[in-house]
């Protein structure tokens, strides 16, 4: 190993560690710093991975559905290289790889489950090509940072054409996906729910994406709607439709967390239940499925894999404290949020709801996306008491007072988190934009161990 080399492992492990230390985040600090002393250091590391890499992109669901592969990729006696604190650019990968390194600078891993932001494609797939991209969705998501949506296609084309030979694990449902991959001609793994769910009645009011068809223009027409543009759609006019479903879920209840089954395509069936909550969950599922089903994975402990998954870094996590049941989910654009209220709604118990919406470089300073949000039927979700805090605390309030939902504002989210704890709900949701996840995170975990 050469010295730079080893030097930029042991810097990098250093540097992870002290920030560990100190309470902070150092993957991205641990990458940032291996590059820059050994720039090649990504590819010589990825190209040691036996198997295949995965990388996981898409608007919602990357680090669910990427450390989810991870996990079903383990239960079969894989050894994987994961970056799962969600941290998903170029540092970040890098770091996934690097920290996982020995001290021989080597690694031992069959398959790498690589988490990349959509921008961030251009900057990481130099280093390595993907064996598989599993693309989840896409929709609007942070406006000064990305743009439209169609600025985060052409990013995912010009990335794609650097990986000919990668295989996409798309989801079928998502019209703007779908095409994306058929303009790309890379062979495709499909994924979907081919039948309406009477549990997850679509809302009439929900904002959607790519409403004109990518391939022609023409306006696109539906059989019918999951949540915003996911669906059975067609094109009148060129006839771009959803493609064949490989992967299929059906029997979907929601009444007691997930159940639905898999019917595989060669007909085969599989029954999975998790106690998560979310229609949209079971679309991370099956995301991961297809992709494991893919590299010819039985899958037979999945259901043992589901029950001991515990999604963390603020993705549907569960706390308990003093008596209360606390849920911190991350929600960063209208159809996560839509999303989002989904799961709330579905628990009938009362409940409260904080609220904490930021507005820094990494959550995007516009923030008009929340007039797309229907936050109107948290009026019908039997909610005691609705706190909103974080930077722009008052104008969530405006967007409350503009639904008729009455609300509190207080900007500290600590103090929100105690004010409302020291109501002793049983039942309090914690929905935050992405530079609020990590600190009410970390308030949550420690009042949870102060209780105990």
Not at 252 to 265: D, V
């Amino acid at each position: 190993m050469s010295i730079r080399k080893h030097a930029a492992i042991c810097c990098s492990k250093l540097a992870n560690f002290i920030c560990l230390k100190l309470g902070r985040q150092g993957v991205t600090w641990a990458g940032k710093i291996a590059i820059t002393i050994y720039p090649d250091i990504l590819k010589e590391l990825a190209s040691e991975v036996k198997k295949a890499i995965y990388v996981t992109c898409g608007t919602n669901g990357k680090t669910t559905t990427n450390n989810m592969l991870a996990a079903f990729l383990q239960s079969e006696g894989q050894r994987v290289i994961c970056n799962s604190t969600g941290s998903n650019m170029l540092n970040g990968v890098i770091s996934a790889f690097v920290l996982a390194a020995d001290k021989k600078g080597h690694i031992n891993a069959d398959y790498a489950c690589i988490e990349v932001d959509e921008a961030s494609t251009l900057r990481v797939f130099p280093h390595f090509q993907p064996d598989y991209m599993i693309l989840t969705n896409l929709f609007r998501d942070q406006l000064d940072r990305y743009g439209e949506i169609d600025i985060t296609i052409e990013l995912l084309n010009k990335a794609l054409k650097m990986a000919p030979d990668c295989r996409i694990v798309v989801n079928a449902d998502d019209v703007l996906s779908t095409a994306l991959v058929h303009q790309s001609e890379h062979p495709a793994i499909t994924y979907g729910i081919a039948e309406p769910c009477p549990d997850n009645p679509a809302s009439t009011t929900e904002i959607r994406e790519g409403q004109f068809c990518q391939l022609c223009g023409e306006k696109l027409e539906y059989h019918f709607y999951h949540f915003s543009q996911l669906g059975d759609y067609f094109c009148p006019s060129c006839g771009f439709k959803r493609p064949a479903i490989d992967y299929n879920a059906d029997m979907i209840s929601l009444r007691q967390g997930l159940s639905f089954t898999i019917t595989n395509k060669d007909k085969t069936t599989a029954s999975l239940h998790s106690n998560y909550r979310g229609f949209y969950n079971i679309y991370n599922i099956l995301a991961a499925y297809s992709a494991a089903k893919a590299e010819g994975f039985s899958l037979k402990y999945i259901n043992t894999v589901l029950e001991d998954f515990h999604p963390e870094n603020g993705r549907m996590e569960q706390f308990s404290i003093n008596g209360t049941n606390v849920l911190l989910n991350l929600a960063k654009n209208p159809a996560g949020f839509n999303q989002n209220i989904s799961a709330v709604m579905e628990d009938t118990k009362e409940k409260n709801l904080i609220v904490v919406i930021n507005d820094n470089s990494q959550d995007g300073h516009d923030i008009s996306w929340l007039w797309d949000v229907d936050f109107e039927r948290f009026a019908d979700a039997n909610i005691k008491r609705i706190i909103v805090s974080g930077l722009r605390a008052y104008d969530m309030a405006l967007r409350f007072k503009y639904s008729d939902i009455a609300c509190e504002a207080i900007l500290s989210v600590e103090e929100a988190i105690k004010t409302m704890l020291d109501d002793n709900p049983d039942n309090l949701y914690i929905l935050v934009n992405y530079t609020a996840l990590f600190g009410t995170r970390k308030r949550l975990k420690n009042l949870e161990m102060e209780k105990k």
